[in-house]
T-cell receptor, first 112, second 113 residues
Framework: RKEVEQDPGPFNVPEGATVAFNCTYS??????FFWYRQDCRKEPKLLMS???SGNEDGRFTAQLNRASQYISLLIRDSKLSDSATYLCVVNLNSNSGYALNFGKGTSLLVTP | ETGVTQSPTHLIKTRGQQVTLRCSSQSGHNTVSWYQQALGQGPQFIFQ???????GRGNFPPRFSGLQFPNYSSELNVNALELDDSALYLC????????????FGPGTRLTVT
């Protein structure tokens, strides 16, 4: 079983729509959580850290449910520029240092 | 921009050869992590360096090795290249610690023929 699982999509949504991505992780000892976005053939860029109480950054809202080992990202009022792959990322401090464990990503296409 | 730089941008090598990739970390960061991203996959952790020592390693064979220098820049070396080593190699710069945010460089795209 993969440590971080995401629906690969693609999610095709019109401009202005609200879209939600979900992610589950397998290791209950995981301690830090992030969402990254990655444009085609580019490096991942940190979108936001995810805190236990949930957090919001403009149109983006992230939620964490430790009991269910579940992370979500909500994008409101989608823009064309939001089209990208969204990577769910979990950080587990282990004998692998502070390694980031990535999901395979969820592809989003926002259409006019 | 993150301030993390990598060189070269692209590289083509032949199976069996050796390659060295370079990374300069962001100012104020003391930790460098290396990841391999195959097409259609998420990045996979190779190893992490802190204070010039390996601080953790993923599930990669010993022919993947690294260095970190006193200025926190880093190298990734891969010996005896295999076709499956073709991928985007990413380095990420951070401070050390749980919850520390990692910032990626633009990557080196390696093709092994």
């Amino acid at each position: 079983r993969k440590e971080v699982e995401q629906d690969p999509g693609p999610f095709n949504v019109p401009e202005g729509a609200t879209v939600a991505f979900n992610c589950t992780y397998s290791n209950s000892a995981s301690q830090s959580f992030f969402w990254y976005r990655q444009d085609c053939r580019k490096e991942p860029k940190l979108l936001m850290s995810v805190y236990s109480s949930g957090n919001e950054d403009g149109r983006f809202t992230a939620q964490l449910n430790r009991a269910s080992q579940y992370i979500s990202l909500l994008i409101r009022d989608s823009k064309l520029s939001d089209s990208a792959t969204y990577l769910c990322v979990v950080n587990l401090n282990s004998n692998s240092g502070y390694a980031l464990n990535f999901g395979k990503g969820t592809s989003l296409l926002v259409t006019p | 921009e993150t301030g993390v730089t990598q060189s070269p941008t692209h590289l083509i090598k032949t199976r069996g050869q050796q390659v060295t990739l370079r990374c300069s970390s962001q100012s104020g960061h003391n930790t460098v992590s290396w990841y391999q991203q195959a097409l259609g996959q998420g990045p996979q952790f190779i190893f992490q360096y802190y204070r010039e020592e390996e601080n953790g390693r993923g599930n990669f064979p010993p022919r993947f090795s690294g260095l970190q220098f006193p200025n926190y820049s880093s190298e990734l070396n891969v010996n005896a290249l295999e076709l499956d080593d073709s991928a985007l190699y990413l380095c990420a710069s951070s401070r050390l610690g749980q919850g520390a945010e990692q910032y990626f460089g633009p990557g080196t795209r390696l093709t092994v023929t």
